[in-house]
């Protein structure tokens, strides 16, 4: 079944409907009268509908079922990754979306060499965020990631410790492991903090136990900054029984 | 301390000397007399070595220590991968090896739509083996992965079976977690097949049944062809207590 993701407008009347990029897309799959379509409206609602008039710029649909979105995890995981080069950050927005994350958010920290100026933020936001639905769309999640950016490494501290674990993986740690970390109690939801390029420095490091994170180790060897969220992310959905 | 893979001829005479790509690196670096590295043979082995004598195309070293390398990890996980398009490969082979893959194998399915003729085949080899040697360097590994091919689905099937615990992954199994297939019983060797862009096919999942491999799921999500390998990975290397 092909899904879409709509908004509040598509469904003017209480009649849902494809329009605009929707209607577009549905025409190149040559969607037909009587097929059947899932919308979601990517905060876990979904509505498995069928086409009941296909017109020129728009589909108008009968809704067969509402219901929540089963393609979402129970876990909440937060990925915070400090600023790595562009190309970087955009696959680590996609692959962080389809393996389940439920939000990424770009910080910056001492050592990172690119970090987006003020200026051009807000077109950059609003390409993560097209980056994350797509992926979400593709991979069937119900659900679309919210993509963010803090101002400040102790911002994102902060913000990451209010999680049920808060962790944060660094390459001189070696004697607590994520499955430590992990296991010494249930969790409904977890931040993941991971380094840029040049990794976090030891003050970075202090100062996030200070604030009350875990320090942890990913393994004996040295992750890329672009592979270390992700390799967190994968075990701890695993760990949280998800496959 | 900087790690250099070696081969034997770089042992002439029992002493240990840095040539040809691994010289010019070193002169990049600036290595100087009396600074260590590491030299590992990309099979297990390490050698902690002094610059003794810098020369202009050849650095020689006396040995301190040799070693077996720690950051290799105890399971041996094999990825084998259905050939997805060329930048996908290269992506997996790179982040597999940082991830302690054991080995990468390609090869074909019926809905690959990218195979490599035989011609190129050799050249693209070389290619993807340098890939995994770099990576391997980058992330400190003791051992280079290999990178091979085989002909058919039925040659990966019947190789992959050969390990402790031999596993295919499909969007449409829902019942087997890989969590329930790798904590049945202990296992020292995994083996890992993933599909290619457009999944396996139902008469392949079940030829994998009949030749004894265990089809499990990676999560309600639908994950692209070169992430699912790398998820999966993550997970058992998480599993046998890598991290």
């Known amino acids: 079944m092909v899904r879409f993701f ?6 003017s009347g209480g009649i849902p409907a494809l329009t605009g990029e929707n209607a577009r897309h549905a025409k190149v799959l040559r969607l037909q009268t009587g097929e059947e379509v899932l919308l979601c409206d990517g905060n876990g609602k979904e509505w498995v509908c069928l086409v009941r008039e296909a017109l020129p ?14 393609a979402e995890a129970a876990v909440r995981i937060s990925v915070y990754m400090a600023f790595p080069k562009a190309d970087k950050l955009e696959h680590v927005i996609q692959k962080a ?4 994350a439920s939000e990424i958010v770009a910080f910056p920290s001492a050592r990172c060499v690119s970090r987006p100026d003020e200026r ?3 077109k950059k936001l609003d390409r ?13 999640r119900g659900r679309i990631p919210d993509v963010s950016v803090l101002p400040s490494y102790a911002a994102a501290l902060a913000r990451a410790a209010a999680a049920d674990r808060a962790l944060l993986f660094y390459e001189n740690e070696h004697a607590v492991t994520l499955k430590m970390a992990l296991q010494a109690k249930p969790f409904h939801s977890v931040s993941l903090i991971t380094g840029p390029e040049g990794g976090l420095s030891e003050a970075e490091v202090e100062q996030a136990r200070a604030a009350g994170l875990q320090v942890c ?3 004996r060897r040295i992750l890329r900054c672009e592979t270390a969220p992700l390799c967190a992310l994968s075990a701890v959905m695993y760990e949280a ?3």
Do not use: N
């Open 217 to 219: 180790t990913l393994g």
């Open 97 to 100: 979306t389809e393996l389940g």
């Open 6 to 11: 709509v908004s509040p407008e598509d469904f």
């Open 241 to 243: 029984g998800e496959f």
């Open 57 to 70: 710029a728009r589909y108008l649909l009968d809704v067969l079922e509402t219901r929540d979105s089963t």
């Open 120 to 122: 051009s933020l807000a």
């Open 128 to 140: 993560w965020q097209k980056i994350a639905a797509s992926a979400a769309e593709q991979s069937g």
